[in-house]
């Protein structure tokens, strides 16, 4: 199973996440670098383990009131042996490509002809199917229209970002079972090795981490030790 750190950027910074308030995200003051800056958080992640894959979420772009477009460019090209997986709300792909994969976030998306023409703009995108609460973010419908999604999909479940409530088995399990040839990876909630094993044993394909990576929950022995069972 893929264990891939978050990174969410406003205003120049990298931000802590908060069950998807987004007025509400502070710049984060992580014990592993007492830096808030990309490139030092980035490089603090590393030390714990070296991921190959990362998440960037550009929150500024998501809302509408900028880009962090040249500072994601020169991550990209400062560190070549990583995945970026980004979402920027659907801006710039253009410009990204080649650099990140792209994430279809269905809280940016108009409509599933929308996601059909992204996605065969741009192969080598990731869905994230966005919940708050149990309340699916995105055309209505879309979270049933399995036949539109592509290879890989997130479960992006706002309403546990950084509340160290667990990750949503019931969901993640549900669309395993429904649709074993598309790799889930689970979003919020993740709080330590437990929580892991249970995606684990539900079908995930991985999982996305932050809060508990930042709070040690999930530290260097942790990592090393799911990863090897």
Known sequence: MKLIPVIDLMNNCVVTAKRGQRQAYLPSDTPLCHSNQPQAVLSALLELHPFDTFYLADLDAIVGKGS???LIRNLCLDYPDITFWLDNGLKDLQLMRGFTRPVIGTESLINGEQLSHL???HPSSILSLDYLDEHFKGPIGL????KCWPADV???????VGAASGPDLIRLQ???NRCPDIRFY????????????????V?????????ALHQGAIDRTAIDRFLNL
């Open 68 to 70: 962090h477009l040249d």
């Open 203 to 211: 079908g995930a394909a991985g999982a996305l981490l932050s809060t």
């Open 174 to 176: 549900q669309l395993s």
């Open 119 to 121: 996605i065969a703009s």
């Open 143 to 146: 979270d049933r229209q399995v």
């Open 154 to 160: 997130i479960v992006m479940t706002l309403s546990r």
């Open 186 to 201: 689970a979003a919020g909630g993740v709080r330590d090795l437990q929580d892991l094993e249970r995606l684990r044993s």
